[in-house]
T-cell receptor
Framework: GIQVEQSPPDLILQEGANSTLRCNFS?????LQWFHQNPWGQLINLFY???GTKQNGRLSATTVATERYSLLYISSSQTTDSGVYFC????????????FGTGTRLQVTL | GAGVSQSPSNKVTEKGKDVELRCDPI?????LYWYRQSLGQGLEFLIY????????KSGLPSDRFSAERTGGSVSTLTIQRTQQEDSAVYLC??????????FGSGTRLTVV
């Protein structure tokens, strides 16, 4: 099946810093989503972004499907951004069923 | 409803007992998914329902696991003869077609 690799696995930032999280995948996709899992375990959908660029406040994401990667940008990080960020992809043909990466654990400190 | 509702939020059961986990998706969402997350791990796909189509059961780890979705709405995940390795958080999500998933808060299952 499709492989999803996320980097870095862990990241510690000082409040106010910017960061870029990367997601590489091994096959063509027509579904890609980014999620944030907060410290209480709740998963929040950040973006549905199988291609192109989207922005939502301090967060933005870009997917280059032809090169099989996606980037999540966090600007002016806040302590509430802490948690685990997951990239999940749906391969072409089975697009609804997402395969999740192992996540990037982000800690934002004061 | 406004969100995806899962119950119970926590379940402790003895090894060998059967358990039922419930998921109430967002009204109008045609797709419903079950995943599980073991401690500190990523999410593992279990089963997927889309409308009236046959479910995709390819992720169910053994024949002790089964799920149904009644009337295109509420879903129940059943684990028979629970084992300690079944301990995990079981997460349900729903979506309209293949668009953005909305997850519930999960059921934390502990098998003792």
């Amino acid at each position: 099946g499709i492989q999803v690799e996320q980097s870095p696995p862990d990241l510690i930032l000082q409040e106010g810093a910017n960061s870029t999280l990367r997601c590489n995948f091994s096959d063509s996709v027509n579904n890609l989503q980014w999620f944030h899992q907060n410290p209480w375990g709740q998963l929040i959908n950040l973006f549905y972004i199988p291609s192109g660029t989207k922005q939502n406040g301090r967060l933005s994401a870009t997917t280059v499907a032809t090169e099989r990667y996606s980037l999540l940008y966090i600007s002016s990080s806040q302590t509430t951004d802490s948690g685990v960020y997951f990239c999940a992809v749906g391969p072409t043909g089975t697009a609804s069923k997402l395969t999740f990466g192992t996540g990037t654990r982000l800690q934002v400190t004061l | 409803g406004a969100g995806v509702s899962q119950s119970p939020s926590n379940k402790v059961t003895e090894k060998g007992k059967d358990v039922e986990l419930r998921c109430d998706p967002i009204s109008g969402h045609t797709a419903l998914y079950w995943y599980r997350q073991s401690l500190g791990q990523g999410l593992e796909f279990l089963i997927y329902f889309q409308g009236n189509s046959a479910p995709d059961k390819s992720g169910l780890p053994s024949d002790r696991f089964s799920a149904e979705r009644t009337g295109g709405s509420v879903s129940t995940l059943t684990i028979q003869r629970t084992q300690q390795e079944d301990s995990a958080v079981y997460l349900c999500a729903s979506s309209f077609s293949r668009l953005g998933y909305t997850f519930g808060s999960g059921t934390r299952l502990t098998v003792v």
